[in-house]
T-cell receptor
Framework: DAGVTQSPTHLIKTRGQQVTLRCSPK?????VSWYQQALGQGPQFIFQ???????QRGNFPDRFSGHQFPNYSSELNVNALLLGDSALYLC???????????FGPGTRLLVL | QQQVKQSPQSLIVQKGGIPIINCAYE??????FPWYQQFPGKGPALLIA?????SEKKEGRFTISFNKSAKQFSLHIMDSQPGDSATYFC??????????????FGKGTLLTVNP
């Protein structure tokens, strides 16, 4: 049973560029949440997708957007990258109506 | 506003010791409290979780103690091993309607278990 997978594992971008990160949820899960984890900090909630719609959003600007596909996989897009966007981006999956979230290994984004 | 406060920031114990990590929350609507373990370069892994109707939960060497009136909960690691050296995060979530949960994390505790 495959767990949550994310790609790519590492990414280097320059300021102003755009980036797309990808996530495949754990088998049987239909809900995907994205978190940003800055160095030395706890993960911060970006948004959650269910039934291909954004269901809830944290305190992140509109530069952060996402998408969920019919197979429940998801993408996180960040436009106009800033140096402060450098972080580990984590995807977590869950089954709707349950609180338990399982995290993927993350994508390490470095913005130069 | 930090809704989940975690302490200490770092902790060093000897093998076999019992490290205790504490968390306090402000929002009484929180109804699910998980603990995650994270190794460098990896994603957080769920260790154990508790709901406020239970005062203690034990899974293997990990125990959560929960004090609803004080709005505090803690993680105890029995017979700690060097392999337990990692960063530990407490978190909390509430049902935001429509079975819609998001996790609010503490800032983490870096645990070092010396051999």
């Amino acid at each position: 049973d495959a767990g949550v997978t994310q790609s790519p594992t590492h990414l280097i971008k320059t300021r102003g560029q755009q980036v797309t990160l990808r996530c495949s949820p754990k088998s049987g899960h239909d809900t995907v949440s994205w978190y940003q984890q800055a160095l030395g900090q706890g993960p911060q909630f970006i948004f959650q997708y269910y039934e291909e719609e954004e269901r809830q959003r944290g305190n992140f600007p509109d530069r952060f957007s996402g998408h969920q596909f019919p197979n429940y996989s998801s993408e996180l897009n960040v436009n106009a990258l800033l140096l402060g966007d450098s972080a580990l981006y984590l995807c977590a999956s869950s089954w709707t109506s349950t609180e338990t979230q399982y995290f993927g290994p993350g994508t390490r984004l470095l913005v130069l | 506003q930090q809704q989940v406060k975690q302490s200490p920031q770092s902790l060093i114990v000897q093998k076999g010791g019992i490290p205790i990590i504490n968390c306090a929350y402000e929002n009484t609507a929180f109804d699910y409290f998980p603990w995650y373990q994270q190794f460098p370069g990896k994603g957080p892994a769920l260790l154990i979780a508790i709901r406020p109707d239970v005062s203690e939960k034990k899974e293997g060497r990990f125990t959560i103690s929960f004090n609803k009136s004080a709005k505090q909960f803690s993680l105890h690691i029995m017979d700690s091993q060097p392999g337990d050296s990692a960063t530990y995060f407490c978190a909390a979530s509430k049902n935001s309607g429509g079975s819609n949960y998001k996790l609010t994390f503490g800032k983490g505790t870096l645990l070092t278990v010396n051999p």
